[in-house]
């Protein structure tokens, strides 16, 4: 049986890369190397646009730790995203804290309110990360 991700991530690639589902074109496909397996992994991620660049949260539904994906892409910044029809290497950053992680988290927020429930239900602060073309 197919994970959810899995789903996701085919009608994504199916839609040539264009969006897919409840997120219309704000989806995109997050791939990186695991911190201790190397293996490459994709994640479906919703994401607003600051300027050029990308920028997804690491709420993972308000859990009180951090998704896999964002504990593997500090280890390993340099990532693939696929996005608005296009696919291309980049650089993350994560941002754990400050004005500019709260900024952007608030971008994030008011763009998918859904997020605001997800920082409700966690004692963490949510992480942000930016999404540059390498």
């Not at 074109?25 to 990186?32: D, E, P």
């Not at 988290?105 to 966690?122: C, I, L, M, N, V």
């Amino acid at each position: 049986m197919r994970s959810w991700n899995d789903q996701v991530i085919e009608g994504f690639r199916g839609s040539g890369r264009a969006g897919y589902g409840q997120w219309g074109g704000h989806l995109l496909l997050l791939t990186v190397r695991g911190r201790r397996s190397g293996e490459r992994r994709t994640y479906p991620l919703a994401f607003h646009k600051d300027g050029g660049r990308y920028v997804v949260a690491a709420s993972k539904g308000g859990a009180p730790t951090h998704p896999e994906w964002y504990r593997n892409l500090v280890a390993h910044p340099d990532v693939t995203v696929e996005a608005e029809g296009e696919e291309f290497r980049a650089r993350a950053t994560p941002l754990a804290e400050g004005p500019e992680r709260d900024r952007l988290w608030e971008q994030h927020a008011t763009s998918f309110p859904g997020f605001r429930d997800y920082e409700k239900k966690t004692a963490r602060t949510i992480p942000v990360v930016v999404l540059e073309r390498a």
